[in-house]
């Protein structure tokens, strides 16, 4: 048992060994496995099952190509049932958009031109800038301009199709947009104000053809003019002029130069050639030009803001005789103002006189002015003088008399003092005798006082009948006692 267990084993593991080569190695990855590398994409076709239907990608069992394409990676497909082809993926960069056609799918009905998804025809979603994997058995794409508006500028929208077909009322402003070229066209009108210009030009001195505007005037004569207009397009207005003139350019040819030859015409033919000599007759003509373009713009949905005569070209033969009547009449103007001028000089110099004799008596009298107020001026300042003085003794002497009155103050004060002192003395010196008890004894503690410092005074008692005892026997018993105490308190201050 043993034995045949370890057989099936054997067995066992001899089949898994040949599955994971045969069948992993060579038939998975030597033969089935299928790269696709980045960038590309695999196209897959069904080789089995029933044919996929007309106009249609075929299913997982259907024979055919099927519409989902491999991305970039290995991949395993049986080669008996399917077959590969690497197709490249759709770059579009920014800036572009890319229109895509399907070749299958339902057939459009009747009044549609873009299809949606399973139907035939151009469809209506547009690819963005960016990497895509587009089938190209059923479909095909093509790399436009994406719609990028311009600041000054705004797009009017012409819708293709739908019940809304033509031009839309809104316009795009600036910026940037993916939008379907099939579906909607997209005219880029610029906005705001722009000029017409043009110059008359001479070949000698016959004019170029077609240069200036001209036309004819009251004397028969040929005028030529250099012209400017100021003129343009709202935002507003950009989808009717589009709907009635086609482009800008169009608008320029139709309506501003037709109506520019037409008005200056009609006003040009009531003025000679002389009067546009005249500097008032052209801004005149001007204004009068101005008006009636601006009449006609506001008519026409466009915004005329000036027209600008920048130049007269009469006719050669007029001109050279006006301009020599006016270069006379000028010579004249000029004799006249030079007799005016030596009119003008001859009493200037007369007046000059007069103004210098003015002058002098002006200054005489101003000299004699000055003096009397020089005069009155010193003789007020002199008195001012005296008053202060006066003024300035007076306070002095009242300075003197505070003074005195404060010294005999002073000195009454201080002889009070003294006095007052004295008293003070003579009070304390009463009141020392009282205290020791006469005069005698004040006066034997003064003489105490008086004596030397280093005098030392022993009393001692000698009995009666001694000449010590006799001599101390006028003292009273006070007196000795205190200079005893005093005789004693110096004795210790010592020691």
Not at 446 to 462: G, M, Q, S, V, W
Request: glycine letters at 8%; aromatic letters at 8%; proline letters at 4%.
């Amino acid at each position: 048992m043993k034995k045949l267990g370890l057989v099936v084993l054997i067995a066992l593991g001899c089949v898994f060994f040949a599955y994971v080569i045969l069948y992993q190695a060579i038939w998975r990855w030597g033969i089935c496995r299928k790269y696709c590398s980045y960038g590309q994409s695999l196209l897959v076709t069904r080789k089995t099952g029933a044919p996929a239907g007309r106009d249609a990608y075929a299913t997982e069992s259907q024979m055919g190509v099927q519409e989902q394409m491999a991305g970039p990676g290995r991949h395993f497909l049986n080669p008996w049932v399917y077959s590969v082809r690497s197709v490249p993926n759709v770059l579009i960069p920014a800036g572009k958009i890319a229109v895509v056609k399907s070749n299958l799918g339902k057939d459009l009905p009747e009044g549609r031109f873009l299809a949606e998804p399973g139907e035939k025809g151009t469809l209506r979603t547009v690819l963005t800038p960016g990497t895509w994997r587009v089938n190209n058995h059923g479909q095909k794409a093509e790399i436009v301009d994406a719609t990028i508006i311009d600041p000054g500028y705004v797009g009017v929208q012409t819708l293709r199709e739908g019940k809304d077909k033509g031009i839309l009322a809104d316009v795009l402003q600036p910026g940037y947009y993916n939008i379907n070229p099939r579906e909607k066209r997209i005219d880029v009108v610029e906005i705001g104000y722009r000029m017409w210009s043009v110059q008359t030009e001479f070949s000698g001195t016959a004019v170029k053809k077609d240069s200036g505007v001209s036309f004819p005037l009251a004397d028969g004569k040929e005028m030529y003019i250099d012209f400017t207009v100021v003129w343009g397009i709202f935002p507003q207005d950009a989808p009717r002029i589009i709907k009635e003139y086609g482009t800008v350019e169009m608008v320029e040819s139709k309506i501003i130069v037709p109506q520019i030859l037409s008005i200056c015409k009609n006003i040009g033919s009531n003025y000679t050639t002389l009067q546009f000599i005249e500097g008032e007759t052209r801004e005149k003509f001007q204004n009068e030009v101005t008006t009636a373009l601006q009449k006609i713009g506001k008519e026409k949905g466009i915004h005329m803001l000036i027209a600008l005569v920048r130049g007269f070209h009469p006719a050669q033969d007029i001109k050279e005789t006006i301009q020599a009547g006016m270069i006379a009449e000028e010579e004249k103007n000029t004799l006249l103002i030079e007799q005016k001028t030596d009119q003008v000089a001859a009493q200037l110099e007369k007046a000059e006189k007069i103004v210098d004799i003015a002058v002098k008596d002006f200054n005489a009298e101003t000299s004699a002015l000055v003096a009397g107020e020089r005069e009155s001026g010193e003789k007020k300042a002199a008195e001012i003088k005296a008053k202060a003085e006066r003024e300035v003794a007076a306070r002095k002497r009242q300075t003197a008399e505070v003074e005195a009155t404060a010294l005999r103050i002073e000195g009454q004060a201080k002889a009070d003092v003294i006095e007052a002192q004295k008293k003070a003395d003579a009070k304390r010196l009463e009141l020392l005798i009282s205290a020791f008890g006469g005069p005698g004894p004040f006066n034997l503690f003064t003489f105490a006082e008086n004596l030397p410092k280093d005098l030392k005074i022993k009393y001692r008692y000698a009995g009666s009948g001694t000449l010590w005892t006799d001599a101390m026997g006028g003292l009273n018993e006070l007196s000795a006692r205190k200079l005893l105490e005093y005789l004693n308190r110096k004795e210790k201050e010592k020691e």
